[in-house]
């Protein structure tokens, strides 16, 4: 007997979000925004070679690696997607997104525009959501006071940045990031949205058909 409500109509499988955009544009602060609400919604902790800035912690903010431990992890094909980012590597573990999926919880990644593309490739059916910033004068005043680092890794971040925004072509949502409440409950309704939507949900109802209803 089936029941409305609960998760009746829940794929079986969990939903991957991918959040990308620009360097700068906040994507860190409204994920950790969206994770100090979400229930049901992993993140996938991500691997790099940059060094650790003040505060951040190995296995929460990410998985710090060498060079060679990380260009291993490629060879090994371990990564679902990376990306060299202003003279690191940035990656994504595959088993934990796919495991995670598998067990039917909805994935997040927070990554750059490089790497979302490739996810693109192996995981067509994810939702692709691109952060824009509210301008970019704004974006360009958020790269460069970062403070953290050197004149030439902000003109990079500010290139990259440019070339980024041209892609926004390939994704399904953006969300101006103008005020990160809002952003983040924007964010919120298009993870409900995709739970609703149709073709995720059809072999359930088809099965409640057959099952039940003949
Ligand atoms: P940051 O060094 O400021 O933490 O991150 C630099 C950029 O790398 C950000 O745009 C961030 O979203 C992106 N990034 C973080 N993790 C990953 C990842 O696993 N893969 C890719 N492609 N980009 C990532």
Request: proline fraction near 3%; glycine fraction near 6%.
């Amino acid at each position: 007997m089936y029941h409305l409500g609960g998760n009746v109509l829940n794929d079986e499988k969990g939903i991957l979000f991918i959040l990308s955009g620009p360097s700068g544009v906040g994507k860190g602060t409204v994920r950790k925004k969206i994770f100090e609400q979400a229930t049901d919604l992993k993140y996938s902790i991500s691997m790099t070679t940059r060094s650790k800035r003040p505060g951040e912690i190995d296995g929460v903010d990410y998985f710090y690696k060498t060079r060679e431990e990380f260009e291993k992890l490629i060879e090994q094909n371990k990564l679902l997607e990376y990306a060299q980012y202003v003279n690191n590597y940035y990656g994504t573990p595959r088993d934990y997104v796919e495991d995670t999926l598998e067990a039917g919880h909805d994935v997040f990644l927070e990554i750059e525009v490089q790497g979302a593309m490739q996810v693109k490739e192996s995981f067509p059916e994810g939702v692709f959501i691109f952060l824009f910033p509210p301008s970019l004068e704004e974006l360009k005043n958020r790269i460069t006071s970062r403070g953290t680092e050197s004149n030439e890794l902000v003109l990079n971040r500010l290139k990259e940045a440019r070339k980024e925004i041209e892609m926004m072509d390939s994704y399904d949502y953006v969300v101006v990031n103008d005020h990160v409440d809002l952003a983040v409950a924007k964010i919120q309704s298009i993870i409900q949205s995709e739970h609703c939507k149709r073709e995720r949900i059809e072999k359930q109802y088809k099965k409640i058909l057959e099952d039940e209803l003949t």
